[in-house]
Nanobody, 126 residues
Framework: QVQLVESGGGSVQAGGSLRLSCVAS????????MAWFRQAPGKEREGVAA???????TYADSVKGRFTISKDNAKNTLHLQMNGLLPEDSAMYYC????????????????????WGRGTQVSVSS
């Protein structure tokens, strides 16, 4: 099975930037759908950004224009560049992956992903 390990979280002031990383085990990383989800205390988990094996990306409206998802197949690593951070971005951020076919419209649905990391914390203060 696939193991995912996130890193790069931390505490920043509003307007700052962070770059999250997710390292995946296995030798079929390039064939996986990959995504970032987040969950704040007392709130439901929400999809933030996702990328297909062919490079198709999708973003939550709340982060569009501020966040960028990318992957490095040679290093089995997924990234999330987060710019212009806002206090409402504060949450635990999780990396997720799946080897199956996911339609574009469902790429931010947590039910589509079988493998999950433990998360990395992001805290944004004013």
């Amino acid at each position: 099975q696939v193991q995912l390990v996130e890193s790069g979280g931390g505490s920043v002031q509003a307007g700052g930037s962070l770059r999250l990383s997710c390292v995946a085990s296995g030798n079929t990383f390039s064939t996986y759908y990959m995504a970032w989800f987040r969950q704040a205390p007392g709130k439901e988990r929400e999809g933030v950004a996702a990328i297909s094996p062919t490079g198709t990306t999708t973003y939550a409206d709340s982060v569009k224009g501020r966040f960028t998802i990318s992957k490095d197949n040679a290093k089995n690593t997924l990234h999330l560049q987060m710019n212009g951070l806002l206090p409402e971005d504060s949450a635990m951020y999780y990396c997720a992956a799946d080897s199956g076919l996911i339609l574009d419209i469902a790429m931010l649905a947590s039910e589509m992903y079988a493998y999950w990391g433990r998360g990395t914390q992001v805290s944004v203060s004013s």
